[in-house]
C-alpha cells in the first residue's frame, strides 16, 4: 500500500479531504460506542511504524504533512484517532484535529500544543473535548507545580523547538495522577476509550513529566493501542496490565502512575462521566 500521506498546510475553513477507504469506515462506524469507533478506526494502523515528529504544517519550521496515515508518534496516533472517532461526519475530522492540536484551530507552528502537562491536557479539557476522570478513583495524588522560564531555558530539549522564550508556559501546572499499584488494581474498571499518559516522577529541573500516551480499548481483557518505541516499534496492543506493570521497571527516570481522561462525545452520542 502507499503511504497515505495529506500535505497541505491549509487554512481552518478548509477541510482536508480523507482517502476513500477512510471516507468509507468513517461512515460505517459512526453509530457505535465511542470505544469501538476507537477500536475500528486504529485497527487498520496496526503494524504502522512510528516516527518522532511525523506530522508538521506543510511548510515554515515544521514542514512535515499535516495529515499522515504511514507513520505516527505516540501523540499524533491518539490525535488522528480522536479526530476520526469523535466527529460526526468525514468532513468535519479536519475540524476537530486543529480543534485538538493547535490553540484557537489555528494551523501554525507556533499555535500548536507542544506540552501535556502546561497546554494539551489543560486546555482540552477546559474546551470540553476531555473530562480528567482521574480524581474519581481512590489514592488518586494530587500534584501542584511552578515552572519558570528558567526552568525551561535548562531543559536539555529546550533548542529542539523552533519557538520564542515567551512562547513556553510558564506558571502552575496543577494535575492528578494515580499510581501505578492502584491503576494495576482497578485496570479493569478503566473506560474504552480513555486516554492514558505515562506520569514519570516530576522534577523540579524539569518542565515536563508526561513521556508516553496511549489509547484503552475494547477486548477479551484490558488493552492499550499505542504507537511506540517498544520492540520493533510501531503501532501495536499491549495488555494493559502488563504495560503497568513494565512501567513500574523504569529506574534513570521512574514512573510513577498515569493520568486517566476521557473523550466526550457531542451532540446524540453525548454521554456523562460524573
Not at 505515562?198 to 508526561?210: D, G, K
Request: net charge neutral; charged share 25%.
Amino acid at each position: 500500500m502507499a503511504p497515505l500521506l495529506l500535505h497541505s498546510a491549509v487554512p481552518e475553513s478548509t477541510p482536508l479531504l480523507l482517502p476513500t477507504e477512510i471516507t468509507t469506515r468513517h461512515r460505517e462506524l459512526r453509530t457505535l460506542p465511542l470505544g469501538e469507533r476507537i477500536k475500528a478506526h486504529s485497527q487498520p494502523w496496526l503494524g504502522r511504524s512510528y516516527s518522532t515528529g511525523p506530522i508538521g504544517e506543510g511548510g515554515g519550521f515544521d514542514s512535515d504533512p499535516m495529515v499522515r496515515f504511514d507513520t505516527f508518534d505516540c501523540l499524533t496516533f491518539v490525535e488522528e484517532v480522536l479526530a476520526l472517532s469523535l466527529a460526526p461526519d468525514p468532513v468535519s475530522t479536519q475540524h476537530i484535529r486543529l480543534a485538538l492540536r493547535y490553540k484557537k484551530s489555528v494551523p501554525k507552528y507556533e499555535n500548536r500544543r507542544h506540552f501535556m502537562l502546561a497546554e494539551w491536557i489543560p486546555e482540552l479539557i477546559e474546551q470540553g473535548w476531555l473530562k480528567d476522570i482521574t480524581p474519581r478513583y481512590s489514592g488518586a495524588i494530587r500534584i501542584r507545580r511552578e515552572v519558570n522560564l528558567a526552568t525551561w531555558k535548562k531543559w536539555s530539549q529546550r533548542e529542539d523547538f523552533g519557538i520564542a522564550d515567551k512562547r513556553f508556559p510558564v506558571g502552575i501546572q496543577e494535575f492528578w495522577y494515580l499510581p501505578l499499584e492502584r491503576a494495576i488494581d482497578v485496570v479493569d474498571s478503566i473506560p474504552d476509550g480513555a486516554i492514558l499518559f505515562t506520569v514519570r516522577q516530576p522534577r523540579v529541573e524539569s518542565p515536563i513529566a508526561i513521556t508516553h500516551v496511549g489509547i484503552k480499548i475494547p477486548g477479551e481483557k484490558p488493552t492499550m493501542r499505542h504507537a511506540s518505541t517498544l520492540g520493533e516499534g510501531g503501532v501495536k496492543d499491549n495488555d494493559l496490565t502488563w504495560y503497568l506493570g513494565y512501567l513500574q521497571s523504569f529506574q534513570d527516570w521512574p514512573a510513577v502512575g498515569i493520568i486517566i481522561l476521557m473523550p466526550l462525545d457531542f451532540g446524540p452520542r453525548q454521554h456523562s462521566f460524573e
